[in-house]
Protein backbone atom coordinates (compact mmCIF):
# COMPACT_ATOMS: atom_id res chain seq x y z
CA UNK A 1 0.00 0.00 0.00
CA UNK A 2 1.10 3.85 -1.01
CA UNK A 3 0.56 6.56 1.81
CA UNK A 4 -0.53 9.94 0.41
CA UNK A 5 3.05 10.46 0.61
CA UNK A 6 3.89 8.33 -2.18
CA UNK A 7 5.78 6.11 0.53
CA UNK A 8 5.30 2.64 1.64
CA UNK A 9 2.64 2.04 4.04
CA UNK A 10 3.56 -0.80 6.20
CA UNK A 11 1.34 -2.17 8.80
CA UNK A 12 3.05 -4.35 11.55
CA UNK A 13 1.18 -6.10 13.71
CA UNK A 14 2.51 -4.40 16.71
CA UNK A 15 4.85 -0.98 16.93
CA UNK A 16 7.23 -2.60 19.15
CA UNK A 17 11.18 -3.79 17.56
CA UNK A 18 13.20 -5.88 19.93
CA UNK A 19 16.63 -4.19 19.35
CA UNK A 20 18.45 -7.95 19.76
CA UNK A 21 21.43 -6.82 20.50
CA UNK A 22 23.93 -10.00 20.91
CA UNK A 23 26.51 -11.87 18.99
CA UNK A 24 24.94 -15.06 18.76
CA UNK A 25 22.83 -16.42 15.68
CA UNK A 26 21.50 -19.49 17.87
CA UNK A 27 20.12 -16.90 20.34
CA UNK A 28 19.04 -14.45 18.59
CA UNK A 29 16.95 -16.78 16.33
CA UNK A 30 15.30 -18.03 19.40
CA UNK A 31 14.59 -15.16 21.04
CA UNK A 32 13.12 -13.92 18.00
CA UNK A 33 10.68 -16.70 17.73
CA UNK A 34 10.14 -16.68 21.37
CA UNK A 35 8.67 -13.17 20.82
CA UNK A 36 6.59 -13.94 17.39
CA UNK A 37 3.02 -12.67 18.52
CA UNK A 38 4.36 -10.28 21.23
CA UNK A 39 6.20 -7.56 19.10
CA UNK A 40 5.69 -6.49 15.28
CA UNK A 41 9.47 -6.99 14.78
CA UNK A 42 13.45 -7.31 15.28
CA UNK A 43 16.09 -5.32 15.03
CA UNK A 44 19.86 -6.04 14.42
CA UNK A 45 22.20 -3.87 14.70
CA UNK A 46 26.60 -3.40 14.58
CA UNK A 47 26.98 -6.06 17.25
CA UNK A 48 25.15 -9.17 15.71
CA UNK A 49 25.91 -8.02 11.84
CA UNK A 50 29.48 -7.35 12.52
CA UNK A 51 29.77 -10.70 14.56
CA UNK A 52 27.14 -12.70 12.06
CA UNK A 53 27.15 -10.93 8.46
CA UNK A 54 24.14 -11.36 6.10
CA UNK A 55 23.64 -14.97 6.44
CA UNK A 56 23.47 -14.19 10.31
CA UNK A 57 20.53 -11.71 9.29
CA UNK A 58 18.93 -14.42 7.30
CA UNK A 59 18.52 -16.79 10.07
CA UNK A 60 16.93 -14.70 11.91
CA UNK A 61 14.54 -13.45 9.28
CA UNK A 62 13.85 -16.98 9.29
CA UNK A 63 11.87 -16.70 12.27
CA UNK A 64 9.07 -15.09 10.17
CA UNK A 65 9.02 -11.44 11.71
CA UNK A 66 10.38 -8.15 9.81
CA UNK A 67 13.71 -6.88 10.23
CA UNK A 68 14.97 -3.74 10.80
CA UNK A 69 18.35 -3.70 9.96
CA UNK A 70 20.15 -0.57 11.67
CA UNK A 71 23.69 0.03 10.32
CA UNK A 72 23.31 3.55 10.56
CA UNK A 73 25.51 3.83 7.69
CA UNK A 74 27.95 7.34 7.51
CA UNK A 75 30.42 7.52 5.27
CA UNK A 76 31.29 9.28 1.23
CA UNK A 77 27.50 9.19 -1.24
CA UNK A 78 29.06 6.10 -3.43
CA UNK A 79 30.22 4.10 -0.19
CA UNK A 80 26.85 4.74 1.91
CA UNK A 81 24.76 3.43 -2.04
CA UNK A 82 26.68 0.68 -2.01
CA UNK A 83 26.02 -0.42 1.31
CA UNK A 84 22.27 0.33 0.38
CA UNK A 85 22.09 -1.39 -2.63
CA UNK A 86 24.11 -4.32 -1.16
CA UNK A 87 21.44 -4.74 2.03
CA UNK A 88 18.48 -4.46 -0.71
CA UNK A 89 19.04 -8.68 -1.09
CA UNK A 90 17.89 -8.91 2.55
CA UNK A 91 14.56 -7.80 2.68
CA UNK A 92 14.28 -6.11 5.44
CA UNK A 93 11.88 -4.20 6.61
CA UNK A 94 13.88 -1.01 7.91
CA UNK A 95 17.46 0.66 7.23
CA UNK A 96 19.05 3.28 8.72
CA UNK A 97 22.08 6.20 7.95
CA UNK A 98 22.94 8.84 9.71
CA UNK A 99 21.75 12.55 8.65
CA UNK A 100 25.14 13.97 9.88
CA UNK A 101 26.60 12.30 6.39
CA UNK A 102 25.05 15.50 4.63
CA UNK A 103 22.32 15.69 1.56
CA UNK A 104 24.06 14.00 -1.26
CA UNK A 105 24.87 11.17 1.07
CA UNK A 106 21.01 10.98 1.65
CA UNK A 107 20.09 11.11 -1.64
CA UNK A 108 22.16 8.91 -3.30
CA UNK A 109 20.56 6.52 -0.20
CA UNK A 110 16.95 7.35 -1.35
CA UNK A 111 18.40 6.73 -4.71
CA UNK A 112 20.04 3.64 -4.44
CA UNK A 113 16.83 1.88 -2.39
CA UNK A 114 14.54 2.55 -5.44
CA UNK A 115 11.10 3.58 -5.88
CA UNK A 116 9.65 4.74 -2.42
CA UNK A 117 6.65 2.48 -3.31
CA UNK A 118 8.54 -0.68 -3.15
CA UNK A 119 11.62 -0.17 -0.90
CA UNK A 120 12.54 -0.58 2.69
CA UNK A 121 11.91 2.67 4.85
CA UNK A 122 14.96 4.77 4.57
CA UNK A 123 15.54 6.25 7.84
CA UNK A 124 17.93 9.42 8.97
CA UNK A 125 19.44 8.84 12.38
CA UNK A 126 19.05 12.19 13.85
CA UNK A 127 20.74 12.67 17.71
CA UNK A 128 21.47 9.49 19.07
CA UNK A 129 19.31 9.23 22.13
CA UNK A 130 22.52 8.79 24.32
CA UNK A 131 23.62 12.77 23.49
CA UNK A 132 22.67 15.41 25.51
CA UNK A 133 23.14 19.38 25.02
CA UNK A 134 26.59 18.74 26.10
CA UNK A 135 27.80 15.91 24.32
CA UNK A 136 26.38 17.73 21.00
CA UNK A 137 28.81 20.83 22.03
CA UNK A 138 31.33 18.70 22.48
CA UNK A 139 31.23 17.33 18.74
CA UNK A 140 30.67 21.64 18.30
CA UNK A 141 27.34 21.38 17.21
CA UNK A 142 25.67 24.47 18.73
CA UNK A 143 21.99 23.30 18.89
CA UNK A 144 20.25 21.33 21.80
CA UNK A 145 18.97 18.11 21.08
CA UNK A 146 15.95 19.35 20.12
CA UNK A 147 16.84 21.89 17.52
CA UNK A 148 19.17 19.31 15.97
CA UNK A 149 17.27 16.46 15.68
CA UNK A 150 14.41 19.25 14.10
CA UNK A 151 16.89 20.01 11.73
CA UNK A 152 18.11 17.24 10.48
CA UNK A 153 14.74 15.15 10.43
CA UNK A 154 13.68 17.91 7.96
CA UNK A 155 17.16 17.71 5.84
CA UNK A 156 16.18 13.95 5.42
CA UNK A 157 12.37 14.86 4.02
CA UNK A 158 13.91 16.70 1.82
CA UNK A 159 15.88 14.55 0.67
CA UNK A 160 13.81 12.35 -0.05
CA UNK A 161 14.38 9.89 2.80
CA UNK A 162 11.10 8.03 4.60
CA UNK A 163 11.66 8.64 7.86
CA UNK A 164 13.90 9.52 10.96
CA UNK A 165 15.09 7.98 14.02
CA UNK A 166 14.81 10.35 16.74
CA UNK A 167 14.46 10.53 20.79
CA UNK A 168 10.57 10.43 22.49
CA UNK A 169 11.21 13.92 23.32
CA UNK A 170 11.30 15.46 19.68
CA UNK A 171 8.17 13.33 18.30
CA UNK A 172 5.93 16.00 18.04
CA UNK A 173 8.26 18.55 16.94
CA UNK A 174 9.21 16.06 13.90
CA UNK A 175 5.81 15.71 13.07
CA UNK A 176 4.86 19.00 13.03
CA UNK A 177 8.16 19.91 11.14
CA UNK A 178 8.10 16.72 8.21
CA UNK A 179 4.40 15.85 7.75
CA UNK A 180 2.04 12.71 8.95
CA UNK A 181 3.85 10.47 6.21
CA UNK A 182 7.22 10.63 7.44
CA UNK A 183 7.62 7.61 9.62
CA UNK A 184 9.20 8.24 13.30
CA UNK A 185 11.15 5.36 14.45
CA UNK A 186 11.75 5.89 18.36
CA UNK A 187 14.67 3.67 20.73
CA UNK A 188 15.22 5.52 23.85
CA UNK A 189 12.42 3.62 25.37
CA UNK A 190 12.28 2.76 29.20
CA UNK A 191 9.23 1.43 31.45
CA UNK A 192 8.62 3.73 34.24
CA UNK A 193 11.28 3.89 36.68
CA UNK A 194 13.75 1.22 35.37
CA UNK A 195 17.32 2.22 34.74
CA UNK A 196 18.11 4.10 31.37
CA UNK A 197 21.24 3.04 31.35
CA UNK A 198 23.37 4.86 28.59
CA UNK A 199 20.30 6.24 27.24
CA UNK A 200 19.93 9.85 28.09
CA UNK A 201 17.04 10.90 26.08
CA UNK A 202 13.89 8.74 27.51
CA UNK A 203 10.24 8.18 27.52
CA UNK A 204 7.96 5.16 28.27
CA UNK A 205 6.11 3.52 25.16
CA UNK A 206 2.86 4.87 25.95
CA UNK A 207 4.38 8.42 26.19
CA UNK A 208 6.13 7.73 22.87
CA UNK A 209 3.03 6.16 20.68
CA UNK A 210 1.23 9.11 22.57
CA UNK A 211 3.58 11.60 20.86
CA UNK A 212 3.06 10.28 17.43
CA UNK A 213 5.58 7.60 17.25
CA UNK A 214 5.02 4.74 14.08
CA UNK A 215 7.55 1.93 15.50
CA UNK A 216 9.25 1.61 19.25
CA UNK A 217 12.86 0.39 19.17
CA UNK A 218 13.06 -1.64 22.61
CA UNK A 219 16.04 -3.27 23.51
CA UNK A 220 17.24 -4.30 27.30
CA UNK A 221 14.32 -3.97 28.74
CA UNK A 222 13.30 -6.99 27.49
CA UNK A 223 16.66 -8.43 26.38
CA UNK A 224 17.95 -8.48 29.92
CA UNK A 225 14.79 -9.29 31.69
CA UNK A 226 14.64 -12.64 33.26
CA UNK A 227 11.84 -13.35 31.11
CA UNK A 228 11.60 -11.73 27.84
CA UNK A 229 8.33 -12.88 26.45
CA UNK A 230 6.69 -11.35 30.00
CA UNK A 231 8.51 -8.55 29.64
CA UNK A 232 7.51 -8.00 25.95
CA UNK A 233 4.01 -8.32 26.80
CA UNK A 234 3.64 -6.22 29.97
CA UNK A 235 5.34 -3.46 27.78
CA UNK A 236 2.63 -4.50 24.85
CA UNK A 237 -0.16 -4.55 26.96
CA UNK A 238 0.90 -1.23 28.45
CA UNK A 239 0.03 0.60 25.07
CA UNK A 240 -2.83 -1.72 24.54
CA UNK A 241 -0.93 -3.98 21.89
O1 LIG B 1 19.51 7.09 18.57
C1 LIG B 1 19.50 5.85 18.64
C2 LIG B 1 19.53 5.04 17.52
C3 LIG B 1 19.47 3.69 17.67
N1 LIG B 1 19.42 3.12 18.89
C4 LIG B 1 19.36 1.64 18.98
O2 LIG B 1 18.16 1.26 19.65
C5 LIG B 1 18.40 0.20 20.55
C6 LIG B 1 17.99 0.63 21.93
O3 LIG B 1 18.31 -0.37 22.85
P1 LIG B 1 17.98 -0.27 24.40
O4 LIG B 1 18.62 -1.50 24.98
O5 LIG B 1 16.49 -0.26 24.53
O6 LIG B 1 18.60 0.98 24.93
C7 LIG B 1 19.88 -0.16 20.44
O7 LIG B 1 19.99 -1.28 19.60
C8 LIG B 1 20.53 1.04 19.76
O8 LIG B 1 21.55 0.67 18.87
C9 LIG B 1 19.40 3.91 20.00
O9 LIG B 1 19.35 3.43 21.15
N2 LIG B 1 19.43 5.26 19.84
Do not use: Y
Given at each position: ???P????T????????C?V?R???T????L?????G?V????L????????GP??V???AAAG?????DL??????N?V???V??S???????????ASG?P??MR?A????G??????????????T???G????A???????????V????L?A?C?LD?????P?EI??I?????PG???V?P???P?G???G???RVM??A?A????A?V????????E?????A??A?IG???G?
Open positions: MIDTGRRVTFANPIFADPDVGAASARSLDLGGIKGLEFVTANDGRKVLPIFLKFHDIPTAGARSMDLGTAMLTLHGAMAAEAASAEKRPWVLAVTVLSLDADLETGVASDPMAQARLARAEGGAVCSRAARAACGFKLVGIRATAADQKTAELGAGDLVIGRPITAADPRAAAAGIA
